[in-house]
């Protein structure tokens, strides 16, 4: 993990994306008091050590969550891109995660001490209205996730894990759309508590119905509106 002081623009647009109610004056007290951290592929960023330290504002790359089993082996459950805070209840309710968070590839956070936005919330009441925003948003996330979860079956899921893949790393190729985040199958069947020998299977359903290549780690979709509507189903 380095220090670096990268351009001041990145860091309040990635600022202002998360709070949009507050003012250029107090954007750049909070600019000027905090730093920028970058991390290598496969470097621990959040853990229950620092996670309550200070806020974690994601710049540009991709983090990777999830946790070590007893056997050494990291499960992880969850990617996440989107420029915006990764630890937000953790920080703000001094309350200890129990998963990690690493870099999947080259990582850029922005890191804001506790003590300052906590000090911008208790001057800036509308400021509120920003974190709850998030939360609620979040929240309405975290439910389709689940409502989803109970009612739909492993091809249903992994249509739909596959679509959300393209949706935040899918770009344009001449045999349809490749996605970009280099994942396995046996990251597939983590994120969805299966095996991977199980997995395997609804993938080569997939392959023979021409809807996806998947070689390795290179993952080329071919039919998106089959995945649609396969998900659209439940």
């Given at each position: 993990m380095e220090f670096y002081d990268f351009s001041l623009n990145?860091?309040?647009?990635?600022?202002?994306?998360?709070?949009?109610?507050?003012s250029n004056n107090r954007l750049d007290n909070i600019i000027t008091k905090s730093y920028t951290k970058k991390h290598q592929k496969g470097e621990l960023i959040l853990s229950k050590d620092n996670c309550t330290d200070a806020l974690y504002i994601l710049i540009d790359g991709i983090i990777?969550?999830?946790y070590l089993s007893p056997l050494g082996r990291f499960h992880a459950f969850n990617y996440y891109s989107e420029q915006n805070v990764i630890n937000l209840l953790p920080c703000l309710n001094q309350q200890k995660i129990d998963y990690d968070y690493y870099a999947f590839n080259l990582v850029r956070v922005l890191v804001v001490p506790r003590h300052i936005i906590q000090n911008e919330l208790n001057n800036n009441n509308i400021l509120?209205?920003?974190?709850?925003?998030i939360l609620s948003q979040r929240m309405y996330a975290l439910l389709?996730?689940?409502?989803?979860?109970?009612?739909?079956?492993?091809?249903?899921?992994?249509?739909?894990?596959?679509w959300k893949l393209v949706q935040q790393y899918g770009v344009s190729h001449p045999d349809g759309l490749e996605?970009?985040?280099k994942i396995s199958q046996h990251d597939l069947a983590d994120l969805l508590s299966s095996s991977r020998q199980?997995?395997?299977k609804e993938i080569k359903k997939l392959v023979n119905l021409n809807v996806v290549f998947w070689q390795y780690e290179n993952i080329i979709i071919h039919d998106l509106k089959y995945i649609e509507s396969r998900i659209s189903e439940v």
């Amino acid at each position: 993990m380095e220090f670096y002081d990268f351009s001041l623009n990145d860091n309040v647009c990635v600022l202002r994306n998360v709070f949009k109610n507050i003012s250029n004056n107090r954007l750049d007290n909070i600019i000027t008091k905090s730093y920028t951290k970058k991390h290598q592929k496969g470097e621990l960023i959040l853990s229950k050590d620092n996670c309550t330290d200070a806020l974690y504002i994601l710049i540009d790359g991709i983090i990777q969550i999830g946790y070590l089993s007893p056997l050494g082996r990291f499960h992880a459950f969850n990617y996440y891109s989107e420029q915006n805070v990764i630890n937000l209840l953790p920080c703000l309710n001094q309350q200890k995660i129990d998963y990690d968070y690493y870099a999947f590839n080259l990582v850029r956070v922005l890191v804001v001490p506790r003590h300052i936005i906590q000090n911008e919330l208790n001057n800036n009441n509308i400021l509120y209205q920003d974190v709850l925003q998030i939360l609620s948003q979040r929240m309405y996330a975290l439910l389709h996730e689940i409502k989803f979860s109970q009612v739909a079956n492993l091809h249903q899921k992994v249509c739909h894990v596959l679509w959300k893949l393209v949706q935040q790393y899918g770009v344009s190729h001449p045999d349809g759309l490749e996605i970009k985040l280099k994942i396995s199958q046996h990251d597939l069947a983590d994120l969805l508590s299966s095996s991977r020998q199980t997995i395997n299977k609804e993938i080569k359903k997939l392959v023979n119905l021409n809807v996806v290549f998947w070689q390795y780690e290179n993952i080329i979709i071919h039919d998106l509106k089959y995945i649609e509507s396969r998900i659209s189903e439940v």
